[in-house]
């Protein structure tokens, strides 16, 4: 396996939160997908689970810039998920999947961790 690409990226909670109560459900809507805005909202604390996915898929869209059409990757192309084992994983679409594609990715590896103050996400695009 060879990497072609790699992102990291921190999130502060607090700065989340106060996104969250001054857009409200805006926030959900632009920038994750439905399932994982249905994920962060079951959450007892929906902004450090929404911080955690925003450092993800600014990781991601990090490793897969090198092109100028790649800087017009949209949040939502970009979905965090849980593969069976539980460890998180990526779903890529639109203009995201061809960016990776043209890359030769086959796997995109993510590493998240967080706290109540930060989050972070480190992504690896492979080839393998």
Do not use: N
Request: hydrophobic fraction near 45%; charge should be positive.
């Amino acid at each position: 396996m060879s990497a072609v690409g790699v992102g990291v990226d921190l999130v502060e909670v607090e700065r989340v939160r106060r996104m969250i109560t001054e857009k409200g459900g805006h926030v959900f809507d632009r920038l994750l997908t439905a399932p994982e805005a249905a994920y962060c909202r079951s959450r007892p604390d929906p902004a450090e689970h929404v911080a955690v996915r925003l450092a993800a898929k600014e990781a991601v869209y990090k490793a897969l810039q090198g092109s100028d059409e790649a800087r017009g990757i949209g949040w939502r192309e970009i979905e965090v998920v849980r593969a069976a084992d539980g460890r998180p994983d990526v779903v890529l679409t639109g203009l995201a999947a061809r960016r990776a594609k043209a890359m030769g990715v086959r796997r995109v590896l993510l590493s998240l961790s967080h706290t109540h103050q930060a989050a972070v996400a480190v992504a690896v695009l492979a080839r393998e």
